[in-house]
T-cell receptor, first 110, second 113 residues
Framework: GQQVMQIPQYQHVQEGEDFTTYCNSS?????IQWYKQRPGGHPVFLIQ?????EVKKQKRLTFQFGEAKKNSSLHITATQTTDVGTYFC??????????FGGGTRVLVKP | EAGVTQSPTHLIKTRGQQATLRCSPI?????VYWYQQALGLGLQFLLW???????NRGNFPPRFSGRQFPNYSSELNVNALELEDSALYLC????????????FGEGSRLTVL
């Protein structure tokens, strides 16, 4: 079955620095979605990418969908303490099952 | 507009018992999804309901079951509880599966002793 993998599993970032987290699917995706889960909270939908090579920005967050539609990345610039949480990517598998990656847990050092 | 609501917030059961978790989707959403999130881990797909029908289920044993009611609310039943069923159970709803994003509730924390 489809597998969605994210790296790194953990990301320790100094406040103010940039970082990127990556998402890879074993199959081609019709779309890729990103979610953020704050500690103790529930996942919150951030964005959906549909087109090959698509790039979308939300303030300091830049999301990219790979040309082959099998990978995606999330780049955060000038990390803030409010960025703490786990970032999940998710892609639809057969039967419209949305499969989530294992997540990247972001920890910010002030 | 109210978001996805789940009840109960916390539930403590013992091995062998049965648990029932409930979910009300965002008004107008017809699809409801259930995910299991064990402590510190990712989201594992459990069930998807749309228009009252079960459309897909994940790799979970048959003792995990559920249904969707005519008002699109849903319940998840877990029979013969085992210790490893302890987890956060998240319900999500969407307008049209699965594009456009899922909107999650706060979750129900199930503890099996």
């Amino acid at each position: 079955g489809q597998q969605v993998m994210q790296i790194p599993q953990y990301q320790h970032v100094q406040e103010g620095e940039d970082f990127t987290t990556y998402c890879n699917s074993s199959t081609t995706l019709s779309n890729i979605q990103w979610y953020k889960q704050r500690p103790g909270g529930h996942p919150v939908f951030l964005i959906q990418l549909v087109k090959s090579g698509e790039v979308k920005k939300q303030k300091r967050l830049t999301f990219q969908f790979g040309e082959a539609k099998k990978n995606s990345s999330l780049h955060i610039t000038a990390t803030q303490t409010t960025d703490v949480g786990t970032y999940f990517c998710a892609g639809p598998a057969a039967g419209n099952k949305l499969t989530f990656g294992g997540g990247t847990r972001v920890l910010v050092k002030p | 507009e109210a978001g996805v609501t789940q009840s109960p917030t916390h539930l403590i059961k013992t091995r062998g018992q049965q648990a029932t978790l409930r979910c009300s989707p965002i008004s107008g959403h017809t699809s409801v999804y259930w995910y299991q999130q064990a402590l510190g881990l990712g989201l594992q797909f459990l069930l998807w309901y749309d228009e009252g029908e079960e459309r897909n289920r994940g790799n979970f044993p048959p003792r995990f079951s559920g249904r969707q009611f005519p008002n699109y609310s849903s319940e998840l039943n877990v029979n013969a509880l085992e210790l490893e069923d302890s987890a956060l159970y998240l319900c999500a709803s969407s307008l049209a599966p699965p594009g456009g994003g899922l909107f999650f509730g706060e979750g129900s924390r199930l503890t099996v002793l």
